[in-house]
């Protein structure tokens, strides 16, 4: 009676010894290409990151190089004496100092023909210096015998850079 409620046993054991074979077979070596690719992934992955990441950094910066030179590039202009010539007609100049080269006869102001270049030295200045102060800020130097605060102070802002320049070529003839 034994045996014969035994028996069943072995074919269930059978049956357990071939599934534990299947899962051998196929775990095992997935296992093993599982940890294969897991540990070169790493050393190689890493690696490669590294080279990428350094090739592409020296090709940004060469580009952006050109665009700074690029920008370095600009020089202020000398002045044009027959610009400034316009500029001091259209500015007004003329109504208040006596200049030949314009035609003026203004009385307001000093003399630009005459008084200017003395003017300048008692300042310790060059011509062109001096001119360029006293037309952007006009009360820095008070010429002698002459009003403070008479000379319009708005030039500096009125006028462009270059209109700027032109009028003091025009002035100190260069
Ligand atoms: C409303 C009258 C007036 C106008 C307009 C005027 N100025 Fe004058 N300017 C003066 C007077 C007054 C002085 C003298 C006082 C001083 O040194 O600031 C003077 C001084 C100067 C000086 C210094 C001269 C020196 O020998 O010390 C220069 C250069 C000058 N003006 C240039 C100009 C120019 C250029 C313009 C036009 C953009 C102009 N001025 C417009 C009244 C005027």
Redo the contacts with the bound molecule.
């Keep these: 009676m034994a045996t014969h409620r035994n028996r069943p046993k072995p074919v269930i054991a059978v049956g357990e010894i071939l599934m534990w074979l299947l899962f051998t077979v196929l775990l095992v070596p997935a296992g093993a290409v599982g940890w294969a690719v897991g540990h070169y992934t790493g050393h190689h992955g890493g690696t490669r990151t590294v080279t990428v990441a350094t090739s592409a950094a020296p090709a940004t910066t060469t580009a952006a190089a050109p665009t700074t030179t690029a920008a370095a590039t600009t020089a202020a202009a000398a002045g044009n004496a027959a610009a400034g010539k316009a ?2 007609t259209s ?3 003329g ?3 006596t200049f030949k080269a314009a035609g003026a006869s ?1 009385k ?3 003399d ?1 023909d005459t ?2 270049a003395a ?1 300048a030295k008692t300042a310790g200045m060059s011509l062109s210096a001096f ?1 360029d102060q ?2 952007v800020q ?2 820095a ?3 002698k015998g ?3 605060g ?3 102070g708005t ?1 500096g802002q009125s ?1 462009s850079k270059t209109q700027l320049a032109d ?1 003091v070529a025009f ?1 100190t003839g260069k």
């Design positions: 500029v001091f500015a007004g100049c109504a208040c100092h203004g307001v102001g000093p630009l008084a200017t003017d001119v006293s037309i006009p009360d130097f008070i010429a002459f009003p403070k008479v000379m319009p030039f006028l009028l002035i």
